[in-house]
């Protein structure tokens, strides 16, 4: 007897990767040799490769608790059963496929399928082969074609920065942004995910040449050592980047307000919107260099680990305060804002719309898909991106999660 | 910054936050004590949007060289911070600017710096004059040489690859050669300059690494080239082959690569002799390409 | 030598800015000479090459202010209208705003020009000085982009009513650009004018329409540049007699690291709009669309893929992003492209759309302002007509031509008969305008040995009449022309088959004269 597994709705490996979210599964009998009756009893639970991979839990419907195993009842006819698994809180994978799927019939292993727990972490955390992986996918992305800085330039010129920056879409717009990211990363190595700069924190291995680089004390110059292939970043031709900081990034946090502070601006989006101001903008003039500057800030591989500590925030107040659902008051500013900032404005660039209040271009096409989700399409509005999580939809879960913000 | 931290932890809660107007009133005092003005100052990015007034008083807190320098520069910092806020800025961008310039002249060289690097990050046509007179004429630089071509670098349309050309023939120090190399990176033109680097044995060894990475932008198929002749170079140093191996890890497909049989087989022999960490690449390398 | 400064190239290269806006002062101040300064403003003038983006945009902003300080030539408008259309720095629009202002009269097609200049400039604006040459202010000096677009919308007064709309919805300035707006807005005058909108890119003041390189009517044809190699986003090489022949093509140039995203970036999206129209119609096959890079050397194939994607543009056979592989110099002599560099880099370029007919030729161009993609595709499909109608022609004219002149071949040698000079003649003629006749039957390979043999009777009756005549250089003649029809009609040398008729006829003609 055999089984085989379907992992989020697809039998592409590609999509068996997981978050805290629930992931619709599905198995069924492939080879039915030695099954008595019209069923078979399979009992499904997760192997952890080593002491520290992912783990799972599971559930046999759309609701109710997981557990860390349930039992199925799977026709022999190869008709398929549903289940779901997620990701159990917070042991999240560190290599791809560290984690499997098992069906056991009695002590009888009849089937399993690799699977990884893909979860955003603490840059500063990560092990040397998570670490190494990113890199790799990092340099790789933005040697592919022109980087991701030529489209960048062009989304922080003058038409077009207000789309983004200084009212209530900043946050969505930049969820979508890093996303769009992390989705082209994970095409270049699937088990990549963003890892995020805890900038209230110091974050002393983020610094170094074996990482982001460490800037040279005189010059201001970032270093790296000879194995990392962000020496070999470049933005428009111009190789490597500067970045002075204003804080001893050994021993110091940058200069921001902490976490609490920022989950506590307020339980309004209108109040917690401020932190566009304080955390975000003084961690980035934290350092003197393109990172302190809008138009060029996407020159420093930083910048995507600081928004990606941003989006987290975000996360982090929405679990706080319970603000997925964009029907409420308080999850999003409810005052008119400017193109792009409200609720049920497509967000540009992705929407491809161009002219009449829009910047004349829309540089970088729809947003990457994903072969584990369809959430939030290739064209967000700004209200899909509140319930990332799929907390009030399933379907509308993004595929992503931070190592420290919970499945509501 | 301890202080600053405790400061932080009071930032509890929105409404214990004081007023802008209080803020404002605290940062531009001269007679509220130093500390005291400079943990103000954090409110103020977010004050001086509210009112034009404020902007203008924090602005000449930090026009005003008299004023303590962390006040100075913490005000600065606050208006760098506000700038993000575009929409909510635009009104004061061009007082912004004009600020920036007048402070690319101050006597503080932090400052000086910050005001450069905004400038040259907005594309400044001030900054860059100014920048590149410095790197014609010395006694006229506003900032050391080496630093002035990387704020340069934030405009590749800028008028600087005569120069930087000038200073990779004859340099003042080896700082600036390699600072003048990462920008002539965008010149597609200087590929024979980066190929003689990057294959001059006498060469510092960041400048040719530097070199590496250029021709990697500009030349590939140049870089490949090379590269695969170092690793299989004993002679070579390790950083350099580390740097080479790299790139062909990184950068190159398995076509390219597989059917380079002479390059694995180098590569085989680094794994066996070369040092540590060219060691462990070598291995990574013949585990993606070659096992 | 310079033909327009009496400059060399090298002289211009090293002319240091001062001196350039000295030279610009003092012309200006000639009435006379302002046709000349306006050349100028070509971006392709050698005075811009070897010098940063920042320093073109001074040295033609001083062009245009200086320009303004007499009546702004005619011929220099497209140049304003541009930078209001397309700069995206403040020096470069408030001159152009402020220097609109000195012409002779207010029309209202400007105003859809500075409402796209005020939302060009107005998160980038700064303080500018118009005074004095190259300087950079530290202090307010009142000027600004904003302030200066402000200005000639007042200046248009009610002729800026089409934009009225628009510009009541701008907040968000400056306190006193913010009430200067709202002085514009709010005056019953405007009220009163507020019309219909006419934001038309390609409707253009009286003149300034005729200013564009290549006239409409006329062609230059592809020769020069036929061998020009280009690599596809794809890595493929083609040639450009083989790449834009056949059917016509929309060639727009443009590069990745172009930081103007109202030029190169919106070009290529346009492309992708002209390229879904095509579509649309079911043209996509028929005409061709293809973007050439003016930074061959950094835009390499996948660089091009990368930057056609991103905008939408489709690519395949017919659909391409290139660049040359061999220096990029035939082609920007052969389009007279409007380009400038430092280095290898592009410090300035003007907008620049062409259309190729099915020989390749350029046929019409469209340069400077925005184009509009409706217009691209009707002269494109135009073009397409013209091809197909031509090619009917062919058709029916090599049909015709085949009818009527195999029956005029033996009526030719009919009509030879009235003009018998002696019976050596009559073969002669009959012998020459038969092998004429012969030619134009479609190919027939039968038809050889039967071209052979008449061209043995025409040589054997020319050598009796020469040797009668004792004048034997026309059949000297005839035999030349039968070899070369031979050697054509074997190997397919059109040239040499046509020469060989011309000299048979002309051999057969001497040896029929009349002898002295």
Same mark, same amino acid.
């Given at each position: 007897m055999k089984v085989e597994f379907e992992v989020n709705s697809t039998?592409?490996?590609?999509?068996r990767y997981l978050t805290w979210s629930p992931s619709p599964c599905r198995i069924r009998v492939s080879d039915p040799s030695g099954?008595?009756?019209?069923s078979v009893n399979l009992k499904i639970s997760s192997k952890t490769a080593g002491a520290t991979g992912g783990s799972l839990v599971f559930r046999k419907t759309t609701s109710g608790p997981f557990s860390a195993s349930i039992n199925l009842t799977v026709p022999k006819s190869g008709e398929s059963v549903p289940f779901q698994t997620a990701g159990k809180?917070?042991?999240?994978?560190?290599?791809?496929?560290?984690?499997q799927i098992e069906a056991h019939n009695g002590t009888t292993l009849v089937g399993s399928v690799p699977v990884m727990v893909r979860i955003r972490k603490n840059a500063n955390e990560l092990t040397a082969e998570e670490r190494e992986r990113f890199l790799s996918a990092f340099a790789q992305l933005n040697a592919k074609?022109?980087?991701?800085?030529t489209d960048f330039r062009e989304m922080h010129t003058s038409a077009s920065r207000p789309q983004a920056h200084g009212a209530a879409g900043f946050l969505p717009w930049h969820r979508i942004y890093i996303l769009d990211l992390e989705r082209e990363l994970q095409e270049i190595d699937p088990s990549v995910a963003l890892p995020y700069w805890?900038?209230?924190?110091?974050?002393?291995?983020?610094?170094?040449k074996n990482y982001l680089g460490e800037a040279n004390?005189?010059?201001g110059a970032v270093q790296f050592d000879s194995?990392?292939?962000?020496?070999f970043w470049t933005t428009d031709g111009v190789q490597g980047f500067m970045r002075r900081p204003r804080f001893n990034t050994n021993t110091q946090s940058a200069n921001v307000i902490d976490e609490t502070a920022t989950l506590n601006l307020g339980n309004d989006y209108d109040a917690f919107i401020d932190m566009e101001d304080d955390p975000h903008g003084y961690a980035h003039t934290s350092?003197?260099?393109?990172?302190?500057?809008v138009p060029t800030a996407?020159?420093?591989?930083l910048f995507f680990l600081l928004h990606c500590n941003v989006d987290r925030l975000w996360a982090k107040w929405q679990r706080k305060n319970v603000r997925?659902?964009?029907?409420?008051?308080?999850?999003?500013?409810?005052s008119p804002q400017p193109i792009n900032h409200n609720l049920t404005d497509s967000l540009w660039p992705w929407n491809g719309v161009t002219g009449s209040g829009r910047p004349p271009t829309a540089p970088g096409g729809a947003l990457a898909s994903s072969l584990a989700v369809s959430a939030p399409g290739p064209m967000p509005l700004v209200?899909?991106?509140?319930d990332y999580q799929g907390?009030?939809?399933?379907?509308?879960?993004?595929g992503y999660d931070y190592d420290d913000v919970e499945f509501a | 910054m301890a202080k600053r931290k405790s400061a932080k932890k009071q930032?509890?809660?929105?409404?214990s936050q004081p007023s802008p107007a209080k803020l404002i009133s605290t940062v531009t005092n001269?007679?509220?004590p130093e500390q005291e003005r400079v943990q103000a100052s954090r409110g103020a990015s977010a004050a001086v949007l509210k009112d034009e007034a404020y902007f203008k008083k924090t602005m000449e807190v930090v026009l005003?060289?008299?004023?303590p320098a962390s006040v100075r520069h913490a005000c600065l910092q606050a208006l760098e911070v506000a700038s993000f806020q575009t929409i909510k800025f635009e009104k004061y961008r061009k007082d912004y600017i004009l600020m920036m310039r007048k402070l690319a002249r101050d006597s503080d060289p932090e400052i000086r710096f910050s005001a450069l690097n905004t400038l040259s990050c907005e594309k400044d046509g001030y900054a860059q004059k100014r920048l590149l007179d410095g790197l014609k004429t010395p006694d006229k630089a506003l900032v050391e040489p080496e630093v002035a071509l990387q704020l340069l670098g934030?405009?590749?349309?800028?008028?600087?690859y005569s120069v930087a050309r000038e200073l990779v023939k004859k340099p003042p120090s080896e700082q600036v050669k390699t600072e003048a190399l990462k920008l002539l990176?965008?010149?597609?033109?200087?590929s024979k300059i980066f190929e003689k680097v990057l294959l001059?044995? /006498? +060469? &510092?060894t960041e400048n040719r690494q530097v070199s590496a990475a250029a021709l990697h932008s500009i030349k590939p198929k140049s870089l490949y080239k090379h590269a695969a002749s170092i690793v299989k170079d004993? /002679? +070579? &140093?390790d950083e350099i082959q580390a740097t080479c191996l790299t790139a062909l890890g990184n950068f190159f497909s398995d076509q390219d690569v597989k059917a380079d049989a002479d390059l694995v087989k180098g590569i085989q022999t680094l794994k066996k002799k070369g040092k540590t960490q060219v060691k462990k690449q070598a291995t990574q390398f013949l585990k993606k390409f070659a096992e | 030598m310079n033909e327009l400064t009496g400059l060399t190239t090298v002289e211009l290269d090293s002319l240091s800015e001062e001196a350039f806006a000295e030279f610009v002062d003092r012309t200006a101040q000639d009435p006379a000479q302002q046709e000349f300064l306006t050349e100028?403003?070509?971006?392709?003038?050698?005075?811009?090459?070897?010098?940063g983006t920042a320093a073109v945009i001074r040295m033609r902003g001083w062009i245009l202010i200086s320009l303004a300080k007499q009546q702004f030539p005619p011929s220099a408008v497209l140049y304003l209208l541009e930078e209001l259309d397309t700069a995206i720095h403040a020096y470069a629009v408030a001159a152009a705003a402020c220097a609109?202002?000195?012409?002779p009269k207010p029309d209202q097609l400007y105003a859809p020009f500075l409402l796209r200049a005020l939302t060009n400039i107005r998160y980038h604006d700064e303080s500018v000085s118009l005074?004095?040459?190259g300087e950079y202010p530290?202090?307010?000096?009142?000027?600004c982009a904003v302030g200066e677009i402000l200005k000639t919308i007042r200046w248009l007064g009610p002729l800026a009513g089409s934009i009225q709309s628009e510009l009541r919805n701008?907040?968000?300035?400056s306190i006193s650009e913010q009430k200067e707006l709202d002085h514009l807005v709010s005056s019953p005058q405007a009220a009163d004018q507020?019309?219909?909108?006419?934001?038309?890119?390609?409707?253009?003041?009286?003149?300034?329409?005729?200013?564009?390189?290549w006239m409409r009517g006329t062609r230059a044809d592809c020769t020069p540049v036929e061998q020009t190699v280009f690599e596809d986003q794809s890595g493929n090489l083609i040639r450009y007699g083989e790449l834009f022949t056949g059917g016509p093509t929309v060639v727009v140039f443009f590069y990745t690291?172009?930081?103007?995203p109202l030029k190169c970036s919106l070009t290529i999206t346009k492309l992708a709009h002209v390229q879904k129209e095509l579509e649309r119609r079911g043209l996509a096959s028929q005409i061709r669309t293809a973007a050439i890079t003016y930074d061959p050397e950094y835009d390499h194939a996948q660089r091009l893929a990368q930057y056609g994607k991103e905008r939408n543009f489709q690519t395949g056979a017919q659909h391409r992003l290139l660049r040359t592989v061999e220096g990029f110099e035939p082609i920007k002599k052969h389009f007279k492209l409007g380009v400038n560099y430092t280095r290898a880099l592009v410090n300035r370029h003007r907008i620049e759309v062409f259309i190729l007919d099915s020989a390749g030729a350029i046929a019409a161009s469209f340069e400077r302002l925005r184009w509009d993609e409706a217009e691209i595709v009707e002269k494109a499909v135009e073009m397409l007509h013209e091809a197909e109608t031509c090619a009917k022609k062919t058709d029916s004219t090599s049909v015709f031509q085949n009818r009527v002149f195999s029956a005029i071949g033996p009526f030719a040698a009919l009509g030879a008969a009235?003009?018998?000079?002696?019976p050596f003649c009559w073969a002669a003629y009959a012998s020459l305008f038969g092998v004429v006749g012969l030619e134009q039957i479609?190919?027939?390979?039968?038809?050889y040995p039967v071209l052979i043999l008449v061209m043995l009777i025409n040589l054997l009756s020319v050598w009796l009449r020469c040797q009668s005549t004792k004048k034997m250089y026309g059949f000297y003649f005839v035999f030349a022309g039968a070899v070369a029809i031979l050697a054509g009609s074997f190997w397919n040398l059109p040239l040499a088959a046509t020469s060989g008729v011309i000299s048979t006829f002309a051999g057969s003609l001497i040896s029929a004269l009349k002898p002295d």
């Open positions: 039998p592409n490996p590609l999509g099954i008595s009756g019209n809180y917070p042991q999240a994978s560190n290599r791809d496929g560290d984690v074609g022109l980087g991701r800085f805890r900038f209230d924190l110091p974050a002393p291995k983020l610094f170094k004390p005189l010059t194995a990392n292939p962000l020496q350092f003197m260099g393109p990172i302190s500057s996407a020159r420093d591989p997925y659902d964009y029907n409420s008051p308080q999850a999003y500013s409810t209200l899909n991106t509140l907390n009030l939809s399933n379907l509308d879960r993004f | 930032t509890v809660k929105k409404s001269d007679a509220v005003d060289q008299s004023q934030n405009d590749v349309h800028a008028e600087v990176a965008a010149d597609s033109s200087a001059d044995k /006498s +060469e &510092n004993n /002679s +070579e &140093n | 100028f403003l070509r971006e392709d003038h050698p005075v811009y090459r070897e010098r609109l202002r000195s012409l005074e004095a040459y530290d202090e307010s000096t009142d000027t701008v907040n968000g300035l507020d019309t219909p909108p006419v934001d038309d890119c390609c409707q253009l003041p009286a003149g300034v329409s005729n200013l564009f390189t690291r172009c930081d103007n009235f003009f018998p000079k002696c479609p190919f027939s390979p039968w038809l």
